[in-house]
């Protein structure tokens, strides 16, 4: 209720100091028009008489007059309002006596005391990707001269990805088949006179590679694979 009474107060004072004004204004525009349009077109000789022109003259200066004066007064009567409700303002928004002052400068010195002075925030670490396995080519031939044997019986390579390039220039079919144990892991088609690769993912340990066609590995065409 009183910051409602603080904003209409200066409206208030302001319309109440335009009154006089307003009627010191309306009363010289009423005699204009009373002098103009009821003696001024009625009469054409309007003032007929020296006291008559001298009375019209001093009241028209009288109310001309009034109307400045009014209007000087209101001015100065709207200015004082104005600057009563700026002081009465200024006093509502300011603090009590004894009151601790808040500053928006101490708050944020405050807040960025706090973050500076705070513990320094983790940096998430993630555990790095485990390496791929290693790739190892590997090359293998049969006898060109249609022996029943490789051109060797040892081939060794890194645990992940092996593969075989086996070359058959020989009249006779082969192929390379590779087995751990009893387990055969993959083998390469049958074929003769071309060249085919065979890719494999191994972990450590020995293999053994061989031509299935029969008879082929009985016949000594085998060797080991050691992975490492």
Known sequence: ??????????????EKSKVPFYVAGGVLVAWALVVSLGFG?????????????????????????????????????ESKAGAQTSTQQSAAGAPPPGAPATSTTASTSTTGSTSTTGAPPTKA??????APGATTSLTLAADPKGLLSYDTKQLSAKAGTVMILF?????????VTIAKGATVLGATPTFTRASRTLSLKLAPGNYT????????????????????
């Open 1 to 14: 209720m009183h910051a409602a009474a603080l904003h209409l107060a200066p409206v208030l004072a302001a």
């Open 41 to 77: 077109l009625r009469r054409v000789d309007f003032p007929d008489t020296l006291g008559g022109e001298r009375a019209v003259m001093a009241i028209t200066a009288v109310l001309v007059l009034g109307a400045v004066s009014t209007a000087v007064i209101t001015s100065g009567t």
């Open 125 to 130: 670490t993630s555990a790095p990707a485990p």
């Open 167 to 175: 070359t058959n220039n020989a009249p006779l079919e082969h192929n």
């Open 209 to 228: 590679f061989y031509c299935s066609v029969p008879g082929h590995r009985q016949a000594g065409m085998e060797g080991t694979l050691s992975v490492s």
